[in-house]
């Protein structure tokens, strides 16, 4: 029912592992236009449902593990929203019966919390913005669907800044309109179109779409192309994997390669990227430009009302290692890095990173003036040239609250340096303080990285006297590209596995 998908979706965005909107096109979300409603409603209002179940009874706390699963936390939000702001709660079962028996205590301490919210509360009122949606052009026109609009009375004008996208009123439905169910038209805000048309690879370009599903901006990308070239496009999720697949399909990008692969072991100087000139990375971050997120209060420097300093911290080390291997590829000439994050660790300090990171001589990447038309830009104070990179601030631009930095590669010098000696540069790494961090979850680093570890003694041991010498030149260069060490570890394990399966085999055949 609609609880069921409601739950689970809920549970995804309170986890961060996506968004309201993005959530809801997983097939197994059968209503998505109530569900979409209501976990946004409930998000919306998830500090103060949160206080009000602590406050009602311990068994209905939604931040104590020991009240059930994840997906049972947020059904009893999603009850609690009901009862206390539609004044029934549909359906539900035993687990209504449950909430409905502290009804009394949920209605008191909602109306004790309710004064306390402050500026949340203040942000809640606001008024809501306009809908954007974007004309896949692979399957329509922009002038045939303003017109398909306009027959129906529903308003609609092209954007200013983005090409192919709509502007609606804040109250157009259009998440069954017919159009959006074929994939003529795909519901996607401002902000999220612009890491895409801020790239624009040219017709017959290879791109790389580094972190690329759900598929969205991978979609855009095809559009911009006229499906001429190669968006070779991955994610290391099986379920991300098949949901990105799938748009593409429905979405008519039949020039984009998905791939289920961790976009960090992919190879820059494989020959099948060899023609690769414009990379899009947009890594899993806090998400806290999202409008329909419970942690999106932000101010007017973009700084967060709260957050948790040592997530961000892992999620940048994620960030700045990607965007690196991506600035690596030897024929790159355009990267643009983009988060739905108001936090400057994420932002400015990756960029900030990625530029220091450069070494030595040969050709590097400097910022181009993203998007010079938009006036909320990068915080200046960071470092010179920061403003060159854009932000959208989700209150004064109404959109969802994104960054998005535009690299572009200079000339080599007279030394000439080669690609390797580049790419050596950027993925050279401190072992001692960087840790490889999960897209979806960060704190996976130290189980990776203690198993990389074992590893790593697990091939010293069996090392013979003779390769001495070169283990100490390798530690001594403390810069071995990531994908060939990643490659070659599992070269390694499938030659145990192969023996291992020799071994077996003769001792049956004995």
Not at 26 to 35: F, I
Not at 55 to 70: E, F, H, I, K, N
Not at 195 to 202: E, F, I, K, N, T
Not at 492 to 500: D, F, P, S, Y
């Amino acid at each position: 029912g609609l609880y069921e998908d409601a739950a689970w979706v809920l549970s995804q965005v309170l986890a961060r592992r996506g968004t309201a909107r993005s959530l809801t096109y997983d097939p197994r979300v059968r209503n998505k236009r109530q569900c979409l409603a209501l976990v946004s409603e409930t998000t919306k209002h998830a500090a103060l449902l949160r206080r009000v179940l602590a406050a009602a009874s311990p068994r209905l706390d939604p931040d104590d593990g020991t009240v059930g699963s994840a997906q049972r936390r947020a059904t009893i939000m999603l009850m609690a929203h009901d009862l206390l702001f539609r004044g029934k709660i549909t359906g539900g079962g035993g687990l209504k019966k449950e909430v409905m028996m502290y009804a009394d205590k949920l209605r008191e301490a909602f109306e004790q919390h309710k004064g306390e919210l402050g500026e949340a509360g203040d942000a809640e009122q606001a008024a809501p913005g306009p809908k954007y949606a974007r004309v896949n052009t692979l399957k329509a026109t922009v002038p045939d669907v303003l017109d398909r609009f306009r027959t129906e009375g529903v308003e609609a004008a092209p954007d200013a800044d983005v090409t192919s996208l709509l502007v609606f009123p804040p109250d157009a439905r259009l998440h069954d309109h017919p159009l959006v169910s074929d994939r003529e038209l795909i519901i996607q805000s401002k902000s999220s179109c612009m890491p895409a048309h801020l790239l624009s690879p040219p017709p017959g370009a290879h791109v790389v779409d580094a972190c690329a599903a759900p598929g969205n901006k991978t979609s855009q990308l095809a559009a911009i192309m006229h499906n001429e070239g190669r968006v070779f496009a991955f994610d290391k999720d099986e379920a991300r994997y098949q949901l990105l697949a799938d748009m593409m399909r429905r979405s008519g990008a039949s020039c984009v390669m998905a791939q289920h692969q961790d976009f960090l072991t992919v190879d820059p100087f494989d020959p099948q990227y060899a023609a690769v000139s414009h990379i899009l990375v947009d890594p899993s971050c806090s998400g806290s430009g999202m409008l329909d997120r419970p942690d999106c209060a932000v101010n007017t420097q973009g700084a967060p009302a709260s957050r948790d300093l040592s997530r961000l911290r892992g999620l940048q080390k994620f960030q700045l290692l990607v965007l690196r291997h991506a600035l690596s590829f030897p024929n790159a000439e355009r990267v643009v890095y983009s988060t739905c994050s108001v936090h400057q660790e994420e932002n400015e300090d990756v960029v900030k990173g990625a530029l220091e990171g450069q070494r030595g001589p040969g050709p590097h990447f400097t910022l181009e003036r993203a998007l010079p038309q938009w006036q909320t830009r990068g915080l200046a104070s960071v470092f010179p040239g920061a403003d060159n990179c854009l932000r959208v601030d989700p209150r004064r631009d109404r959109t969802t609250g994104f960054f998005v930095a535009v690299f572009v590669r200079t000339q080599p010098d007279a030394q000439g340096s080669t690609a390797a000696e580049t790419h050596a540069a950027f993925v050279e790494v401190d072992e001692k303080t960087v840790k490889v961090e999960d897209k979806d979850d960060a704190e996976e680093t130290e189980e990776r990285e203690v198993k990389s570890q074992k590893q790593q003694q697990k091939q010293q041991q069996q090392q013979q006297p003779g390769d001495k010498k070169k283990k100490k030149h390798h530690k001594k260069l403390k810069c071995v590209p990531i994908q060939r060490a990643a490659a070659a570890a599992e070269r390694h394990r499938n030659a145990e596995v192969t023996g291992v399966s020799q071994r077996k085999r003769q001792r049956t055949k004995q």
